[in-house]
T-cell receptor
């Protein structure tokens, strides 16, 4: 079974803090993704990575950066957290040949106060 | 632009069939997907259909594709309380992105 784990289920941070969300997958997938999920807005892609040290912007990259130093790990960084980044963050991964067959982690619910 | 639309809510009785509908806009989409999100969990891929197919069946799940009308449906036979979840329709868009619907919340009543 593919397993995608995220470092925290719930996180509370203050405005202006630097926030790191970690994601690890154990199935040697080439592609990894970060989404945010908000009521009424659905899932929106923040960034994805198709290889170590490679990344591409998604639909809403502003205010976020990512890091992929190892194949199994993909980090999302909020450089200076703001209240409008309060959301559910979902990490996913997929094989190179099955880009859209994505396996999701359980999510991190981030609250910025 | 690319867009995927779904009705937001569906309520059925246990044992009945559920039909969740979706419309999409990009006729060049090659694959269309159904994902399920249970309460407090991430999404899981349920099934998908290639655009040159009309129907795909997988146990209790049947996917129907009407390419002319750009309409996709997911039928769940003998719906159980464990099927209560949010169901997302998604199409494989351009630039290696999935275009997601907002999800249909399925409530199964005993």
């Amino acid at each position: 079974d593919v397993k995608v784990t995220q470092s925290s289920r719930y996180l509370v941070k203050r405005t202006g803090e630097k926030v790191f969300l970690e994601c690890v997958q154990d199935m040697d997938h080439e592609n990894m993704f970060w989404y945010r999920q908000d009521p009424g807005l659905g899932l929106r892609l923040i960034y994805f990575s198709y290889d170590v040290k490679m990344k591409e912007k998604g639909d809403i990259p502003e205010g976020y950066s990512v890091s992929r130093e190892k194949k199994e790990r993909f980090s999302l960084i909020l450089e200076s957290a703001s209240t409008n980044q309060t959301s559910m963050y979902l990490c996913a991964s997929s094989l190179q040949g099955a880009f859209y067959e994505q396996y999701f982690g359980p999510g991190t619910r981030l609250t910025v106060t | 632009g690319e867009d995927v639309e779904q009705s937001l809510f569906l309520s059925v009785r246990e044992g009945d069939s559920s039909v969740i509908n979706c419309t999409y806009t990009d006729s060049s989409s090659t694959y269309l997907y159904w994902y399920k999100q249970e309460p407090g969990a991430g999404l899981q891929l349920l099934t998908y259909i290639f655009s040159n197919m009309d129907m795909k069946q997988d146990q209790r799940l049947t996917v129907l594709l009407n390419k002319k009308d750009k309409h996709l449906s997911l039928r769940i036979a003998d719906t159980q309380t464990g099927d209560s979840a949010i169901y997302f329709c998604a199409e494989a868009g351009n630039n290696r992105k999935l275009i997601w619907g907002l999800g249909t919340s399925l409530a199964v009543n005993p």
